[in-house]
């Protein structure tokens, strides 16, 4: 088993490894599209800011990532949370940690994401990690391949 890493907010040096994750068309049909100036104005505001994009990991190769908006608001959007290795336990693992380090800030009553209904081990794993609450959105994405799509609206409560 890996030994436990914690979140961080990204810098430069992930860039390459998170950017080839969101650029693989291999995903296109369940992530979305991110403008590398949004990921460039998340690391320079930190934490101050309603992006973030956080990283789980060594600098450079980290494990997992999570893109975040609505930070500014009690309740911010997990837009993208992505895991480098798949079917190794890794987002089972990684996911909690970065639910535990967002409850952690003392800012936030909830988070909340959307997955495509077909995408069933991400629907799993988030069920597992406390997301209980969910609507179904019939039509409710567009993916990068053009294809319309029901989605799940998730979320984990803090409170």
């Not at 956080?54 to 980290?62: K, S």
């Not at 009690?74 to 967002?102: D, M, N, Y």
């Amino acid at each position: 088993m890996t030994a436990p890493t914690s979140w961080r907010p990204a810098v430069a040096a992930d860039l390459p490894v998170v950017g080839g994750f969101l650029s693989d068309p291999e995903f296109f049909d369940r992530v979305a599209a991110i403008p590398p100036a949004l990921l460039d104005q998340a690391m320079a505001e930190g934490h101050a800011g309603p992006f973030r994009l956080l990283c789980c990991g060594p600098i450079g190769t980290p494990e997992a990532f999570a893109w975040l908006s609505g930070c500014d608001t009690p309740g911010p959007k997990i837009e993208e949370f992505g895991v480098l290795e798949r079917g190794r336990g890794v987002g089972s693992r990684v996911l909690p940690q970065l639910l535990a380090h967002l409850e952690g800030q003392g800012a936030f009553a909830f988070v909340w994401l959307k997955v495509v209904v077909a995408n069933i081990p991400a629907i799993r794993l988030y069920r597992a990690s406390g997301f209980a609450r969910e609507w179904r959105v019939p039509a409710g994405w567009i993916d990068r391949n053009g294809y319309e799509t029901d989605i799940l609206r998730m979320e984990h409560d803090f409170t």
